[in-house]
């Protein structure tokens, strides 16, 4: 027995299978690993797509409130102008004879205000009295200030400033028409980022097909070859033949049911909706010494001690073929991931089969998405990373709840319960 192990846990159950395998019928890719790269390629797409659309019309709205600000100041500074032609003789009376500051002139329309030379107030009647006197106009707390230098009027350095409170409605007029260009600003953006989404994802559609195609032309034209060698290999395995040349015959023989274990998992995916299911009654038992004597040549091609505690006439009411899926997937891998005389240990009991293993484990990071299509915890091992995505979706069918636990370099165990 292999000593026990300190492990990384992750349990798969089937509601979260449920949720996570979504796959469209007859596709050998469209899972969810592919899905995934999609989503991660329009959701990037989307994040930048959205933050240059919020930019584009935040500076526009900035833009045109500057232009709304700019037009409603130069609509003021000509009425304070006009005004101003009335009101700097009537100033200028004051200054060369009165000056009281009781009779300072007042005008009807504006606050009116003067300053000296120091720009400090002589008389003031505006509702502040800093004024920024570098701006012939501006806005400032709501009023609006014009700054109109004497000099040009022979009256010395004085300082004439008119003042009116701001009503606020070019601002609300400009909120209007910001929010209905805007929104019509928006679905157009969101019109164009349809279709450039539409656009981004064409080619990798195109590729994800043209991939389909290719697996289910190839997974067609596997069948025939290799059923060929095997029953040739059966047959040759008959007669009495040097060592050496039994050896390269296991070689064959070995090499050629990868093969076929890789046909059935393809055909599995792409035919799995087409295919008549025959849920009855199963002996786990004789299955899973059935799939053993499949892969003993691998077995002992890897040098691998078996370890089993397999309980007689195990049932359990499956389909057949995809008992087989399951058993012959945990048993590849466990030999696939495991090192030369290495050991698997089986355990079969009336509501669980678990497969352990001591070999390169799985990464910590990589626990989470062992079951995703295509993924695989060591890419230098061959393979496509299938077969557990294909464990994974007839756990979801038949709510098996799914458990593994691994290290690296200890060594990885799966574990398949049911009811």
């Known amino acids: 027995m292999m000593k026990p192990q300190a492990t990384e846990a992750c349990a798969l159950t089937s509601k979260r299978s449920a949720n996570f395998w979504e796959r469209t019928p007859l596709s050998a890719t469209s899972a969810s690993g592919i899905n995934f790269a999609k989503y991660r390629t329009l959701k990037s797409f989307l994040i930048l797509y959205g933050v240059m659309s919020v930019l584009i019309l935040t500076l526009l709205g900035v833009l045109y409130y500057q232009y709304a600000k700019t037009l409603m100041l130069s609509s003021h500074r000509l009425a304070m102008q006009l005004e101003s032609e009335s009101y700097v003789p009537r100033l200028s009376d004051w200054l060369e004879n009165d000056r009281n500051l009781s009779t300072f002139p007042k005008d009807l329309a504006y606050k009116t205000a003067l300053f000296g030379y120091d720009k400090k107030a002589i008389v003031s009647r505006l509702h502040t009295n800093e004024i ?62 349809f279709f450039l989404s539409r656009l981004i994802l064409r080619p990798m559609n195109e590729a994800i097909a043209l991939l389909d195609d290719f697996i289910k032309d190839t997974t067609h034209e596997l069948n025939t070859p290799v059923s060929a060698i095997l029953t040739n290999i059966e047959a040759l395995q008959e007669n009495a033949f040097p060592p ?19 046909y059935d998992d393809l055909t599995y995916l792409i035919l799995n909706h087409d295919v008549a299911v025959h849920n009855a009654p199963l002996n786990l038992s004789h299955l899973v010494h059935e ?127 049911w009811e």
């Open 132 to 193: 920024h006197f570098k701006e012939n106009i501006y806005l400032f707390n709501n009023h609006i200030y014009l700054v109109i230098p004497l000099a040009p009027y022979d009256m010395g350095d004085y300082y004439l400033v008119f003042e009116t409170k701001d009503d606020g409605l070019w601002r609300q007029q400009t909120l209007e028409i910001t929010l209905v260009f805007g929104a019509v600003l928006f679905l157009i953006l969101v019109a164009v980022g």
């Open 244 to 262: 050496s040349v039994e050896k390269k015959l296991r070689r064959i023989e070995i090499a050629s049911r990868t093969i076929s274990t890789l």
């Open 291 to 417: 799939r053993l004597e499949y892969f003993r040549h691998r077995i002992e091609q890897k040098k691998i001690a078996l370890d089993l505690t397999i309980e007689r006439d195990v049932i359990f009411t499956i389909d057949q073929t995809k008992a087989t899926r399951i058993i012959d997937n945990l048993l590849s891998n466990a030999i696939k991931y495991n090192q030369m005389n290495g050991t698997i240990s089986i355990s079969l009991q009336p509501k669980s089969l678990c497969v352990r293993d001591n070999g390169i484990g799985i990464p910590p990071e990589m626990i989470d998405r062992v079951f995703e299509r295509y993924t695989r915890a060591d890419k230098s091992v061959g393979g496509f990373g299938i077969g557990l995505n294909i464990v994974a979706m007839i756990a979801k069918e038949y709510h098996l709840n799914i458990t593994i636990e691994s290290e690296e370099k200890v060594g990885t165990k799966i574990c398949v319960e």
